[in-house]
């Protein structure tokens, strides 16, 4: 369907079809080819697939940042974060899928992972590796009660 040098100029000509041709103008130059992207979401969820946690993290981010916003991408790069273990950002991504995503499914996911994220923090807060010093802290306290036995000496 083409369109004559006279009706281009009409459009651009009325302030709301000057704005619309604008905007299809400027969304045909900023978004990629559908399959570019596509593409590398399939890389970096192969990526993700493989182990490759950090790089699969900066494969989504490109894909997020070409995409202004996939909810897939950013569900993915919370899997990377919490894989990585930076519970913070990755609660951020699934906040960001729970509450802006359109697809139902990815939205539940995110929310369950945010609570799953949640009952690790609190239990790793305290009870963590290391840091559960009040079950560390008993045998020592057990050892000081305990009175000291005498030392054998060889003079009598």
Same mark, same amino acid.
Not at 65 to 70: I, L, T, V, W, Y
Not at 127 to 138: D, I, L, T, V, W
């Given at each position: 369907?083409?369109?004559?040098?006279?009706?281009?100029? %009409?459009? +651009?000509? #009325?302030?709301?079809? =000057?704005?619309?041709?604008? @905007?299809?103008?400027? $969304?045909?130059?900023? /978004?990629?080819?559908?399959?570019?992207?596509?593409?590398?979401?399939?890389?970096?969820?192969?990526?993700?697939?493989?182990?490759?946690?950090?790089?699969?993290? %900066?494969? +989504?981010? #490109?894909?997020?940042? =070409?995409?202004?916003?996939? @909810?897939?991408?950013? $569900?993915?790069?919370? /899997?990377?974060?919490?894989?990585?273990?930076?519970?913070?950002?990755?609660?951020?991504?699934?906040?960001?899928?729970?509450?802006?995503?359109?697809?139902?499914?990815?939205?539940?996911? #995110?929310?369950?992972?945010?609570?799953?994220?949640?009952?690790?923090?609190?239990?790793?807060?305290?009870?963590?590796?290391?840091?559960?010093?009040?079950?560390?802290?008993?045998?020592?306290?057990?050892?000081?009660?305990?009175?000291?036995?005498?030392?054998?000496?060889?003079?009598?």
């Amino acid at each position: 369907m083409a369109i004559d040098a006279e009706r281009l100029a %009409a459009i +651009f000509r #009325a302030p709301l079809g =000057r704005a619309l041709a604008w @905007a299809a103008i400027v $969304y045909c130059l900023v /978004l990629p080819p559908a399959g570019a992207s596509s593409q590398e979401l399939q890389t970096a969820i192969q990526s993700y697939s493989a182990g490759r946690y950090a790089e699969a993290l %900066a494969q +989504f981010q #490109a894909v997020s940042r =070409r995409n202004g916003g996939d @909810a897939l991408s950013h $569900y993915y790069m919370g /899997l990377c974060y919490q894989c990585l273990n930076q519970v913070a950002s990755a609660k951020q991504e699934y906040a960001w899928v729970y509450y802006y995503s359109t697809d139902e499914s990815l939205r539940r996911n #995110a929310q369950y992972a945010l609570g799953q994220l949640d009952r690790y923090q609190s239990k790793r807060l305290y009870q963590g590796q290391g840091n559960n010093f009040s079950q560390a802290s008993a045998p020592v306290a057990r050892a000081v009660q305990q009175e000291p036995e005498p030392a054998a000496t060889g003079a009598t």
